[in-house]
Nanobody, 116 residues
Framework: QVQLVESGGGLVQPGGSLRLSCAASGFTFRSYAMRWYRQAPGKERELVAT????????NYADSMKGRFTISRDNAKNTVYLQMNSLKPEDTAVYYC?????????WGQGTQVTVSS
């Protein structure tokens, strides 16, 4: 059974940093690209970043480029999202997701709130 467990969210001041983690299980993690999404109150879920199965290729939404970094540790079945220079508009619930046939599985997400 596919499980995705996000953690690392919290309350941070504008300009601060957070590192999110997503622990995956129930599938061959190293064989799948992974994504981070976010959903702010009253808004649709949006794609934040994608990382290839081996970790050698990454892509970001324009508003996150230069501020967010996606990475993964295939030995730990974990994908990360390092978020720097956070802005109030980054406030959202952040989710990780498997690219491809397992994309229907979602975790509970982790809340990130950027506020002074």
């Amino acid at each position: 059974q596919v499980q995705l467990v996000e953690s690392g969210g919290g309350l941070v001041q504008p300009g601060g940093s957070l590192r999110l983690s997503c622990a995956a299980s129930g599938f061959t993690f190293r064989s799948y690209a992974m994504r981070w999404y976010r959903q702010a109150p009253g808004k649709e879920r949006e794609l934040v970043a994608t990382i290839s199965a081996g970790g050698g290729s990454t892509n970001y939404a324009d508003s996150m480029k230069g501020r967010f970094t996606i990475s993964r540790d295939n030995a730990k079945n974990t994908v990360y999202l390092q978020m720097n220079s956070l802005k109030p508009e980054d406030t959202a619930v952040y989710y990780c997701n498997v690219v491809g046939r397992l994309s229907g599985y979602w975790g509970q997400g982790t809340q990130v709130t950027v506020s002074s």
